[in-house]
């Protein structure tokens, strides 16, 4: 395999967040995101860990688009800290936080580093969910704010744009199960949040096209391929319910397909949020749809999880020893599976992996980070998004999830996704033996 097969116009990078490595939770203005308030609660997030240093990316983005530079890699995903430009989320515009961003643009274009902005990833100020959050409707408005606000402050250079992250993690995880900020749990708060969400995904591509028409304009969805434990009738319509949540609820609206609610009855129920006008304003014609996808999960019918039914059988459940420092099972072939069945939706855009990557429990040693596992991932599953694109799937890019380690959510700084290691007392870095054969790798 040789990085010529993907032709010179494929597009190699890695991907961050704001919240899960700029630390400066309150510097310069910064108002508390939900993700701030939601650390804070004695048992959210493993050991007791929070981000309000994490990489300390405020004060170190020099040094490490630097670093991104002498290891050859051409672009640059990150996102925007709603709440570090209008830190209540509407209103009072905070300029140093604005100034922030031009800085890391700008030095991003000063190295030759093509700069991809995400608009949201998952860290709502912590005053919009006062009042609801995405459950409440008016956060189509206050969204449009910021998405104008971003537009009209970076648009001049930034010219690739993603709208959001993941809507199934953010709405799933802090509007349904609660383990994810803000913390709210049942169908009242996930029903509600999804059609918002879904609305709010087409407005702000409609924002950036409005200003940048030539603009590259795309969103991303997580998506996990799915097995039945067996071939028992229950277990295959657990399936089914367990994908049309996982995999279709936000991407099938988009497509102009509409929400897969045949598929689980409580679904039906977002037709009591659905306002006339909102069905020919929910799906939009992106430039690209960003896949990100890590491994596949074997499903079961399950009477313990209600509305669908199911649940995810764990790997060391199914006999599998050897898996990632998530618990995931290291399943190479996911990647291309997923590929294939993107590529199979009629109305499907160009396809980016806008994240792909792996946590182990890295070895250091002096100044080296011998993490084979990590380059052999990243290695068999780039070998996969190959074999999809020579089979015909319109596949364009491919982004490590992550530059560096950082603040994993719930799970603190226990996993470690990053190609270069970050100690977290000291804030060194080193650059793992997976980041040097990446940098490598984008050399040839």
């Known amino acids: 395999m040789n990085r010529s097969l993907f032709g010179e116009e494929f597009i190699w990078g890695v991907s961050t967040a704001a919240y899960q490595i700029e630390g400066g939770h309150n510097a310069d203005g910064k108002g508390p995101s939900i993700w701030d308030v939601f650390s804070k609660k004695k048992g959210k997030i493993r050991n007791g860990h929070h981000a309000q240093v994490a990489c300390d990316f405020y004060n170190r983005y020099e040094d490490d688009i630097l670093l991104m530079k002498q290891l050859n890699i051409p672009h640059f995903r990150f996102s925007i800290a709603?709440?570090?430009?209008?830190?209540?989320?509407?209103?009072?515009?905070?300029?140093?936080?604005?100034?922030?961003?031009?800085?890391?643009?700008?030095?991003?274009?000063?190295?030759?580093?093509?700069?991809?902005?995400?608009?949201?990833?998952?860290?709502?100020?912590?005053?919009?969910?006062?009042?609801?959050?995405?459950?409440?409707?008016?956060?189509?408005?206050?969204?449009?704010?910021?998405?104008?606000?971003?537009?009209?402050?970076?648009?001049?250079?930034?010219?690739?744009?993603?709208?959001?992250?993941?809507?199934?993690?953010?709405?799933?995880?802090?509007?349904?199960?609660?383990?994810?900020?803000?913390?709210?749990?049942?169908?009242?708060?996930?029903?509600?949040?999804?059609?918002?969400?879904?609305?709010?995904?087409?407005?702000?591509a409609k924002i950036i096209k409005e200003r940048y028409p030539t603009a590259m304009v795309g969103t991303t969805f997580s998506h996990s391929v799915l097995e039945p434990i067996s071939l028992k009738t229950r277990h295959i319509h657990a399936l089914r319910r367990a994908d049309a949540i996982m995999n279709r609820l936000f991407l099938e609206p988009i497509l102009g397909m509409g929400y897969p609610i045949d598929a689980v009855k409580a679904l039906k129920n977002l037709k009591k949020y659905i306002l006339p006008g909102d069905e020919d304003n929910i799906a939009f014609n992106f430039d690209f749809i960003g896949l990100q996808t890590y491994t596949r999960e074997v499903i079961q019918f399950s009477m313990l999880m209600p509305y669908v039914w199911a649940n995810i059988v764990e790997p060391r459940?199914?006999?599998?020893?050897?898996?990632?420092?998530?618990?995931?099972?290291?399943?190479?072939?996911?990647?291309?599976?997923?590929?294939?069945?993107?590529?199979?939706?009629?109305?499907?855009?160009?396809?980016?992996?806008?994240?792909?990557?792996?946590?182990?429990?890295?070895?250091?040693?002096?100044?080296?980070?011998?993490?084979?596992?990590?380059?052999?991932?990243?290695?068999?599953?780039?070998?996969?998004?190959?074999?999809?694109?020579?089979?015909?799937?319109?596949?364009?890019?491919?982004?490590?999830?992550?530059?560096?380690?950082?603040?994993?959510?719930?799970?603190?700084?226990?996993p470690r996704f990053g190609l270069v290691h970050v100690d977290f007392e000291t804030q060194k870095r080193i650059v793992k033996e997976s980041g040097k054969w990446y940098g490598e790798w984008l050399s040839r």
Not at 93 to 104: D, S
């Open 82 to 204: 709603w709440t570090r430009i209008l830190p209540e989320g509407v209103g009072e515009i905070n300029r140093e936080g604005i100034n922030f961003y031009n800085r890391v643009i700008d030095t991003c274009i000063q190295h030759g580093i093509t700069p991809w902005v995400t608009l949201y990833h998952w860290d709502l100020p912590q005053a919009l969910e006062n009042k609801g959050g995405w459950t409440n409707r008016s956060i189509l408005e206050w969204f449009e704010t910021y998405v104008r606000l971003c537009v009209d402050s970076f648009g001049d250079r930034v010219k690739h744009w993603m709208v959001m992250n993941e809507p199934v993690a953010f709405v799933g995880a802090g509007y349904f199960f609660g383990k994810h900020a803000p913390g709210r749990w049942g169908l009242r708060y996930f029903l509600p949040a999804v059609h918002h969400a879904t609305l709010s995904m087409a407005r702000g």
């Open 317 to 414: 459940k199914r006999g599998i020893k050897h898996t990632t420092a998530m618990d995931w099972e290291i399943y190479p072939s996911s990647i291309y599976e997923a590929l294939k069945r993107f590529q199979s939706y009629p109305n499907m855009p160009p396809i980016i992996i806008t994240e792909n990557g792996a946590a182990f429990k890295d070895e250091v040693i002096g100044d080296r980070v011998y993490d084979a596992e990590r380059t052999k991932y990243l290695q068999d599953h780039i070998q996969q998004v190959l074999r999809a694109k020579e089979e015909g799937v319109d596949v364009r890019g491919y982004f490590v999830w992550t530059f560096t380690d950082n603040f994993e959510w719930a799970e603190g700084y226990h």
